[in-house]
């Protein structure tokens, strides 16, 4: 199903013509509004007249996260707190959090997005979704909350956390759908088996997001819960989820374009790179009003789909993003994602499970990639023989797809500690 067919399957020609209306107008008023972005136009040079159509983005200046902190709380916005209706903030690693906001206008475009989302995953009036993403801060709660309201479904707000009673729930009210992040649906997955309740849940698909997840972890999703596991993607400084979504094809996510610019650039020269290519996605928020932002800087590594959809929705898609390039582990200076190293995991076999923790570290000035991983609960582990093997054909796997040795240790079953939200699965002792 398509909630919005005359959006989603709009003519790439009319598109382009409202993307280029849309760019101008935000141009033009974040010159006029937002101090950060005029200056910056200023000193390249150009005026917002040398913008005339969506050809031109590429001009303009990019924006960074670090802007968010340097004009922390209001700066950046480009209406008075007077219209906006509600704030969202991002804690991050370091400094300071990072503050959003959004008007009635926003909001609606919000909704309209996630529910896209909703919908291409089966999503209807009669729909339970359960909705465990985090409520608060984070925009994942709040984000499919309204979606499921436009929607017309039922909306069961119990947020992340409290694992027993999630399954409880799910199995109580019967939810159908259940939107959460993959890590804590993986998690989910588990406690419904553990409590032996596989057959009493009437869950049908699931849209989870707000981290990188490999399809192998899809797999184990769907497998542990019965259901279709659908990605969505999107980022607080842009909007949160619905940026973009995927259809039942799933084959990328349909990136919301009337409401949203990507390039995929060289994260080192800024050159916008061509068709098809992996790079850094940047995204230009074209009816944004209260917190709009003109190429921003995800950090994010995908590419761009232009194939057009089996779906019939004309919108581009992003492949699924690797990682952050600030998620990206140097070790003995070869690049490393962590969905690498995921993906190696979860084509090992039967043994070992998607729980797994990466630990990097530097002994005697050498960068050391130490792999903890969790091994099923039917795995042999008596057998200290098989045990051996597995963990020495996971270093295999590791030095080939990764080019560099890695110590992998087989732990056992429930040891790693769980996620409610987004996984934390790197510890780098380098940085401490
Ligand atoms: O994670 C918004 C969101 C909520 C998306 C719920 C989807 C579902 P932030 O906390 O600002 O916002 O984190 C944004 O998370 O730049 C990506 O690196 C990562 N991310 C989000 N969705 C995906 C996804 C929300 N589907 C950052 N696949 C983004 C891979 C994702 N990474």
Same mark, same amino acid.
């Given at each position: 199903?398509?909630?919005?067919?005359?959006?989603?399957?709009?003519?790439?020609?009319?598109?382009?013509?409202?993307?280029?209306?849309?760019?101008?107008?935000?141009?033009?008023?974040?010159?006029?509004?937002?101090?950060?972005?005029?200056?910056?136009?200023?000193?390249?040079?150009?005026?917002?007249?040398?913008?005339?159509?969506?050809?031109?983005?590429?001009?303009?200046?990019?924006?960074?996260?670090?802007?968010?902190?340097?004009?922390?709380?209001?700066?950046?916005?480009?209406?008075?707190?007077?219209?906006?209706?509600?704030?969202?903030?991002?804690?991050?690693?370091?400094?300071?959090?990072?503050?959003?906001?959004?008007?009635? /206008?926003?909001?609606?475009?919000?909704?309209?997005?996630?529910?896209?989302?909703?919908?291409? %995953?089966?999503?209807?009036?009669?729909?339970?979704?359960?909705?465990?993403?985090?409520?608060?801060?984070?925009?994942?709660?709040?984000?499919?909350?309204?979606?499921?309201?436009?929607?017309?479904?039922?909306?069961?707000?119990?947020?992340?956390?409290?694992?027993?009673?999630?399954?409880?729930?799910?199995?109580?009210?019967?939810?159908?759908?259940?939107?959460?992040?993959?890590?804590? %649906?993986?998690?989910?997955?588990? %406690?419904?088996?553990?409590?032996?309740?596989?057959?009493?849940?009437?869950?049908?698909?699931?849209?989870?997001?707000?981290?990188?997840?490999?399809?192998?972890?899809?797999?184990?999703?769907?497998?542990?819960?019965?259901?279709?596991?659908?990605?969505?993607?999107?980022?607080?400084?842009?909007?949160?989820?619905?940026?973009?979504?995927?259809?039942?094809?799933? /084959?990328?996510?349909?990136?919301?374009?009337?409401?949203? %610019?990507?390039?995929?650039?060289?994260?080192?020269?800024?050159?916008?790179?061509?068709?098809?290519?992996?790079?850094?996605?940047?995204?230009?928020?074209?009816?944004?009003?209260?917190?709009?932002?003109?190429?921003?800087?995800?950090?994010?590594?995908?590419?761009?789909?232009?194939?057009? /959809?089996?779906?019939?929705?004309?919108?581009?898609?992003?492949?699924?993003?690797?990682?952050?390039?600030?998620?990206?582990?140097?070790?003995?200076?070869?690049?490393?994602?962590?969905?690498?190293?995921?993906?190696?995991?979860?084509?090992?076999?039967?043994?070992?499970?998607?729980?797994?923790?990466?630990?990097?570290?530097?002994?005697?000035?050498?960068?050391?990639?130490?792999?903890?991983?969790?091994?099923?609960?039917?795995?042999?582990?008596?057998?200290?023989?098989?045990?051996?093997?597995?963990?020495?054909?996971?270093?295999?796997?590791?030095?080939?797809?990764?080019?560099?040795?890695?110590?992998?240790?087989?732990?056992?079953?429930?040891?790693?500690?769980?996620?409610?939200?987004?996984?934390?699965?790197?510890?780098?002792?380098?940085?401490?």
């Amino acid at each position: 199903m398509i909630f919005n067919p005359k959006i989603e399957m709009m003519p790439r020609d009319e598109l382009k013509k409202l993307q280029s209306e849309r760019l101008v107008w935000q141009v033009n008023r974040m010159y006029e509004r937002v101090e950060c972005f005029r200056t910056r136009m200023d000193l390249n040079g150009i005026k917002p007249s040398h913008i005339k159509s969506i050809d031109d983005l590429h001009l303009l200046p990019f924006s960074y996260k670090k802007d968010l902190r340097d004009y922390y709380p209001y700066g950046l916005f480009a209406e008075p707190l007077e219209n906006i209706l509600r704030i969202h903030a991002s804690s991050g690693t370091t400094g300071k959090q990072i503050v959003v906001g959004y008007t009635k /206008c926003d909001l609606d475009n919000w909704a309209e997005t996630v529910a896209r989302s909703l919908v291409a %995953a089966g999503a209807t009036k009669a729909s339970l979704i359960q909705n465990s993403f985090g409520y608060g801060f984070f925009t994942g709660g709040f984000g499919v909350h309204d979606a499921a309201s436009l929607i017309g479904a039922t909306i069961i707000p119990i947020s992340a956390g409290n694992t027993q009673r999630q399954v409880n729930t799910m199995v109580d009210f019967g939810s159908t759908m259940l939107t959460c992040t993959p890590s804590y %649906a993986m998690y989910l997955g588990e %406690a419904v088996e553990e409590a032996g309740m596989r057959d009493k849940i009437k869950l049908k698909a699931g849209v989870f997001g707000a981290e990188p997840w490999s399809e192998d972890m899809r797999h184990a999703i769907e497998y542990k819960l019965g259901i279709k596991a659908y990605d969505i993607y999107g980022l607080s400084e842009v909007q949160g989820p619905g940026v973009s979504y995927e259809c039942e094809y799933q /084959c990328g996510m349909h990136i919301c374009e009337d409401l949203f %610019a990507a390039e995929i650039i060289d994260p080192d020269t800024g050159e916008v790179l061509p068709e098809g290519s992996t790079g850094e996605l940047v995204f230009t928020t074209l009816a944004k009003e209260g917190f709009p932002v003109i190429r921003y800087r995800t950090r994010d590594i995908c590419s761009l789909v232009y194939e057009p /959809c089996r779906c019939g929705r004309t919108h581009i898609r992003m492949n699924k993003p690797q990682g952050r390039s600030d998620d990206m582990l140097i070790i003995r200076g070869v690049n490393v994602f962590p969905s690498q190293i995921e993906e190696v995991l979860l084509n090992s076999g039967s043994g070992v499970t998607p729980n797994y923790q990466i630990i990097v570290d530097r002994v005697n000035n050498t960068d050391t990639l130490d792999v903890n991983v969790e091994m099923s609960e039917d795995f042999l582990q008596d057998e200290v023989r098989s045990i051996e093997m597995l963990e020495k054909s996971i270093v295999d796997k590791l030095r080939s797809v990764l080019g560099i040795g890695a110590k992998v240790h087989l732990v056992n079953p429930k040891s790693i500690t769980r996620s409610e939200g987004k996984a934390k699965r790197v510890i780098d002792n380098r940085k401490i």
